[in-house]
């Protein structure tokens, strides 16, 4: 007698597989913001995206560094979410 499939599947098995799926996700809050870029300026959306090409176009540096300080600020927060969502999935993982 022992633990069926289901229980072993998502106790041991899931923990697992979804350490690498955590981490692509944070990587690719930085890639979406690249894309924003793109698709907002192919069919004039307005957003950050657009607003970050529009600002490169009439050479508007205080509004360029504000929005890569904002894309810079959640990228470094969903690292960091990534990084304590691992300590909540894999238990090998200790916060000091």
Do not use: C
Not at 5 to 17: D, E, F, G
Not at 28 to 43: C, D, K, R, S, Y
Not at 70 to 80: C, E, K, P, R
């Amino acid at each position: 007698k022992g633990a069926d499939s289901r229980r072993i599947l998502y106790k041991h098995a899931v923990p697992n597989a979804m350490l690498p799926m955590i981490s692509l996700i944070a990587i690719n809050l930085g890639l979406m913001v690249t894309g924003a870029i793109l698709v907002e300026t192919v069919f004039s959306w307005p957003g950050i995206g657009y607003m970050i090409y529009e600002a490169i176009g009439h050479l508007d540096y205080p509004m360029l560094q504000g929005a890569f300080i904002i894309v810079t600020f959640s990228v470094v927060l969903a690292n960091l979410l990534a990084d304590l969502i691992y300590g909540l999935v894999d238990p090998r993982i200790r916060f000091k």
